[in-house]
Protein backbone atom coordinates (compact mmCIF):
# COMPACT_ATOMS: atom_id res chain seq x y z
CA UNK A 1 0.00 0.00 0.00
CA UNK A 2 0.72 3.43 0.13
CA UNK A 3 1.26 5.69 2.57
CA UNK A 4 -2.18 7.62 1.25
CA UNK A 5 -3.73 4.14 1.26
CA UNK A 6 -2.88 3.57 4.60
CA UNK A 7 -3.91 6.96 6.31
CA UNK A 8 -7.65 5.88 4.17
CA UNK A 9 -7.54 3.27 5.99
CA UNK A 10 -6.70 4.50 9.58
CA UNK A 11 -9.68 6.46 8.98
CA UNK A 12 -11.87 3.04 9.59
CA UNK A 13 -9.58 1.42 11.86
CA UNK A 14 -7.32 1.62 14.72
CA UNK A 15 -6.44 -2.46 14.53
CA UNK A 16 -3.16 -3.54 12.66
CA UNK A 17 -1.59 -6.84 12.36
CA UNK A 18 1.98 -7.94 12.61
CA UNK A 19 3.37 -11.05 12.02
CA UNK A 20 6.52 -12.08 14.17
CA UNK A 21 8.72 -14.33 11.65
CA UNK A 22 11.89 -15.91 11.17
CA UNK A 23 15.12 -16.56 8.51
CA UNK A 24 15.79 -20.13 9.24
CA UNK A 25 16.42 -23.73 7.99
CA UNK A 26 12.65 -25.74 7.12
CA UNK A 27 14.33 -28.95 6.00
CA UNK A 28 15.62 -29.65 2.15
CA UNK A 29 12.16 -28.50 0.32
CA UNK A 30 11.03 -25.06 1.75
CA UNK A 31 13.23 -21.79 2.25
CA UNK A 32 14.24 -20.22 4.79
CA UNK A 33 12.07 -17.75 4.83
CA UNK A 34 8.88 -20.26 5.37
CA UNK A 35 7.96 -18.49 8.81
CA UNK A 36 7.98 -14.87 7.27
CA UNK A 37 5.99 -16.14 4.45
CA UNK A 38 3.52 -17.54 6.74
CA UNK A 39 3.35 -14.55 8.82
CA UNK A 40 2.73 -12.39 5.83
CA UNK A 41 -0.15 -14.80 4.68
CA UNK A 42 -1.32 -14.95 8.43
CA UNK A 43 -2.30 -11.31 8.66
CA UNK A 44 -3.71 -10.96 5.01
CA UNK A 45 -5.83 -14.12 5.76
CA UNK A 46 -7.00 -12.92 8.88
CA UNK A 47 -8.07 -9.48 8.26
CA UNK A 48 -9.86 -10.87 4.92
CA UNK A 49 -11.86 -13.00 7.37
CA UNK A 50 -12.61 -10.66 9.89
CA UNK A 51 -13.30 -7.83 7.37
CA UNK A 52 -16.08 -11.07 6.41
CA UNK A 53 -17.87 -9.81 9.99
CA UNK A 54 -17.51 -6.44 9.31
CA UNK A 55 -14.37 -5.78 11.10
CA UNK A 56 -11.77 -3.37 9.26
CA UNK A 57 -7.92 -4.63 10.55
CA UNK A 58 -4.94 -3.76 8.57
CA UNK A 59 -2.73 -6.37 7.46
CA UNK A 60 0.88 -5.03 8.45
CA UNK A 61 4.52 -5.45 8.09
CA UNK A 62 5.51 -9.02 9.27
CA UNK A 63 9.22 -8.99 11.06
CA UNK A 64 11.39 -11.08 8.70
CA UNK A 65 14.08 -12.13 11.77
CA UNK A 66 12.95 -13.57 15.14
CA UNK A 67 14.82 -15.76 17.46
CA UNK A 68 17.27 -19.12 16.05
CA UNK A 69 20.05 -19.78 18.03
CA UNK A 70 19.54 -23.27 17.59
CA UNK A 71 18.80 -23.09 14.02
CA UNK A 72 22.79 -21.89 13.37
CA UNK A 73 23.95 -24.79 11.94
CA UNK A 74 21.91 -24.87 8.83
CA UNK A 75 23.77 -22.01 6.65
CA UNK A 76 21.71 -19.05 5.89
CA UNK A 77 19.62 -19.07 9.45
CA UNK A 78 19.79 -15.65 10.92
CA UNK A 79 19.24 -14.87 14.10
CA UNK A 80 18.48 -12.11 16.86
CA UNK A 81 19.08 -11.89 20.58
CA UNK A 82 15.92 -11.76 22.57
CA UNK A 83 16.93 -7.84 23.93
CA UNK A 84 17.42 -7.02 20.13
CA UNK A 85 13.76 -8.54 18.82
CA UNK A 86 12.77 -6.97 21.94
CA UNK A 87 13.63 -3.53 21.01
CA UNK A 88 12.73 -3.99 17.13
CA UNK A 89 9.21 -4.77 18.51
CA UNK A 90 8.66 -1.95 20.70
CA UNK A 91 10.11 0.74 18.05
CA UNK A 92 7.72 -0.86 14.91
CA UNK A 93 5.02 -0.80 17.79
CA UNK A 94 5.75 2.65 18.95
CA UNK A 95 5.65 3.81 15.37
CA UNK A 96 2.22 2.50 14.26
CA UNK A 97 0.65 3.77 17.22
CA UNK A 98 2.00 6.87 16.39
CA UNK A 99 0.15 6.84 13.24
CA UNK A 100 -2.79 6.26 15.42
CA UNK A 101 -3.13 1.98 15.32
CA UNK A 102 -3.48 1.77 18.95
CA UNK A 103 -4.57 -1.53 18.64
CA UNK A 104 -1.68 -3.88 17.48
CA UNK A 105 -2.04 -7.78 17.36
CA UNK A 106 1.04 -9.61 17.20
CA UNK A 107 0.87 -13.12 15.56
CA UNK A 108 3.30 -15.86 15.84
CA UNK A 109 4.87 -17.78 13.70
CA UNK A 110 7.52 -18.77 14.97
CA UNK A 111 8.18 -20.39 18.30
CA UNK A 112 11.33 -19.38 19.90
CA UNK A 113 9.75 -15.58 19.31
CA UNK A 114 6.82 -16.32 21.63
CA UNK A 115 8.18 -14.78 24.98
CA UNK A 116 9.50 -11.68 23.53
CA UNK A 117 6.30 -11.30 22.02
CA UNK A 118 4.25 -11.10 25.50
CA UNK A 119 7.25 -9.22 27.12
CA UNK A 120 6.73 -6.37 24.54
CA UNK A 121 3.14 -6.43 24.52
CA UNK A 122 3.47 -6.23 28.31
CA UNK A 123 5.73 -2.74 28.32
CA UNK A 124 3.96 -1.08 25.09
CA UNK A 125 0.29 -2.01 27.34
CA UNK A 126 2.44 -0.70 30.63
CA UNK A 127 3.86 2.76 28.78
CA UNK A 128 0.60 3.59 27.44
CA UNK A 129 1.68 3.14 23.91
CA UNK A 130 -1.14 1.08 22.36
CA UNK A 131 -3.06 -1.92 23.50
CA UNK A 132 -1.38 -5.35 22.14
CA UNK A 133 -2.44 -8.67 22.02
CA UNK A 134 -0.35 -11.69 21.15
CA UNK A 135 -1.76 -14.65 19.30
CA UNK A 136 -0.01 -18.00 19.14
CA UNK A 137 -2.31 -20.41 16.75
CA UNK A 138 -0.09 -22.88 16.92
CA UNK A 139 -1.80 -24.95 19.72
CA UNK A 140 -4.75 -24.73 17.92
CA UNK A 141 -3.58 -26.20 14.34
CA UNK A 142 -1.37 -28.80 16.25
CA UNK A 143 -4.48 -30.33 18.27
CA UNK A 144 -6.51 -30.97 14.62
CA UNK A 145 -2.95 -32.77 13.41
CA UNK A 146 -4.35 -36.27 13.90
CA UNK A 147 -7.14 -35.75 11.98
CA UNK A 148 -5.91 -33.83 9.22
CA UNK A 149 -2.80 -35.28 8.49
CA UNK A 150 -1.80 -38.36 6.73
CA UNK A 151 1.64 -39.02 8.50
CA UNK A 152 0.55 -40.48 11.88
CA UNK A 153 4.23 -40.79 12.88
CA UNK A 154 5.90 -37.78 15.09
CA UNK A 155 5.18 -34.43 12.84
CA UNK A 156 6.51 -31.04 13.75
CA UNK A 157 8.75 -28.14 12.29
CA UNK A 158 8.84 -28.00 8.21
CA UNK A 159 6.71 -31.64 8.59
CA UNK A 160 3.74 -32.34 6.93
CA UNK A 161 1.29 -29.84 8.46
CA UNK A 162 3.77 -26.76 8.14
CA UNK A 163 4.70 -27.74 4.68
CA UNK A 164 0.67 -27.87 3.83
CA UNK A 165 0.17 -24.28 4.41
CA UNK A 166 2.94 -22.75 2.53
CA UNK A 167 1.91 -25.13 0.09
CA UNK A 168 -1.23 -23.07 -0.17
CA UNK A 169 0.21 -19.79 0.43
CA UNK A 170 3.32 -20.02 -1.88
CA UNK A 171 3.51 -23.44 -4.02
CA UNK A 172 6.11 -22.22 -6.06
CA UNK A 173 8.72 -22.28 -3.02
CA UNK A 174 8.09 -25.58 -2.15
CA UNK A 175 9.88 -28.67 -3.54
CA UNK A 176 8.68 -32.20 -2.62
CA UNK A 177 10.60 -33.82 -4.53
CA UNK A 178 13.84 -32.85 -2.40
CA UNK A 179 11.97 -33.67 0.63
CA UNK A 180 13.49 -35.80 3.69
CA UNK A 181 11.70 -38.07 6.22
CA UNK A 182 12.53 -38.14 10.04
CA UNK A 183 10.59 -38.75 12.93
CA UNK A 184 12.88 -39.16 16.49
CA UNK A 185 11.37 -41.52 19.34
CA UNK A 186 8.62 -40.69 20.83
CA UNK A 187 9.27 -39.43 24.59
CA UNK A 188 7.12 -40.02 27.17
CA UNK A 189 6.21 -36.79 29.31
CA UNK A 190 4.75 -35.38 32.60
CA UNK A 191 1.35 -33.59 32.00
CA UNK A 192 2.23 -30.33 30.62
CA UNK A 193 5.48 -31.32 29.68
CA UNK A 194 5.66 -29.41 26.33
CA UNK A 195 6.46 -25.88 25.64
CA UNK A 196 4.68 -22.92 26.50
CA UNK A 197 4.31 -22.14 22.35
CA UNK A 198 2.61 -25.34 22.18
CA UNK A 199 -0.08 -25.11 24.95
CA UNK A 200 2.50 -26.62 27.73
CA UNK A 201 4.31 -25.26 31.09
CA UNK A 202 7.86 -26.41 30.91
CA UNK A 203 10.13 -24.48 29.01
CA UNK A 204 14.01 -25.35 28.03
CA UNK A 205 15.79 -23.85 25.10
CA UNK A 206 17.00 -25.94 22.63
CA UNK A 207 20.43 -25.95 22.18
CA UNK A 208 21.12 -27.35 18.42
CA UNK A 209 18.17 -28.16 15.97
CA UNK A 210 20.09 -29.98 13.56
CA UNK A 211 21.78 -32.34 16.28
CA UNK A 212 18.08 -33.43 16.61
CA UNK A 213 16.76 -33.44 13.67
CA UNK A 214 19.62 -33.68 10.70
CA UNK A 215 17.49 -32.59 7.90
CA UNK A 216 16.19 -29.63 9.40
CA UNK A 217 12.86 -31.00 9.60
CA UNK A 218 10.94 -33.38 11.38
CA UNK A 219 8.09 -35.84 10.03
CA UNK A 220 7.00 -36.63 6.55
CA UNK A 221 6.66 -33.39 4.55
CA UNK A 222 6.27 -35.13 1.30
CA UNK A 223 2.58 -36.29 2.62
CA UNK A 224 2.44 -32.74 2.48
CA UNK A 225 -1.21 -30.84 0.34
CA UNK A 226 -2.45 -27.88 -0.58
CA UNK A 227 -6.01 -28.70 0.97
CA UNK A 228 -4.51 -29.72 4.15
CA UNK A 229 -2.86 -26.63 3.68
CA UNK A 230 -5.84 -24.47 3.63
CA UNK A 231 -7.83 -26.62 6.04
CA UNK A 232 -4.73 -25.49 8.54
CA UNK A 233 -5.16 -21.71 7.61
CA UNK A 234 -9.35 -22.18 8.12
CA UNK A 235 -8.49 -22.82 11.62
CA UNK A 236 -5.60 -20.39 12.21
CA UNK A 237 -8.01 -17.15 11.10
CA UNK A 238 -10.92 -18.71 12.43
CA UNK A 239 -9.72 -18.48 15.93
CA UNK A 240 -7.38 -15.95 15.75
CA UNK A 241 -10.49 -13.44 14.03
CA UNK A 242 -12.78 -14.77 17.09
CA UNK A 243 -9.91 -13.45 19.72
CA UNK A 244 -9.36 -10.35 17.79
CA UNK A 245 -13.04 -9.30 17.71
CA UNK A 246 -13.60 -10.54 21.75
CA UNK A 247 -10.42 -8.11 22.60
CA UNK A 248 -10.97 -5.28 19.98
CA UNK A 249 -13.73 -5.20 18.07
Avoid at 37 to 48: F, N, Q, T
Avoid at 61 to 67: E, S
Avoid at 129 to 145: C, F, H, I, S, T
Wanted: proline share 8%; charged share 20%.
Amino acid sequence: MTWPEVAALRERTEIILVGVGSCEGHGHHMPLATDTILGEDSVRRIAARLEQDGVVAVPGPTIPFGISPDYMSFPGTITLRPSTLLEVLREVCTSLARHGFTKIVLVLTHDGNLGVMQAAAQELTADGVARVLVLNPLPVVREKYGEMLTSKGVEGHGGEGETARVLASQPELVDLARAVAFSPERRERLPWDVPPHFGGAAYEPSRDFRADAPPGSIGNPALATRDTGEKGWALITEWCSEVIKRHFA
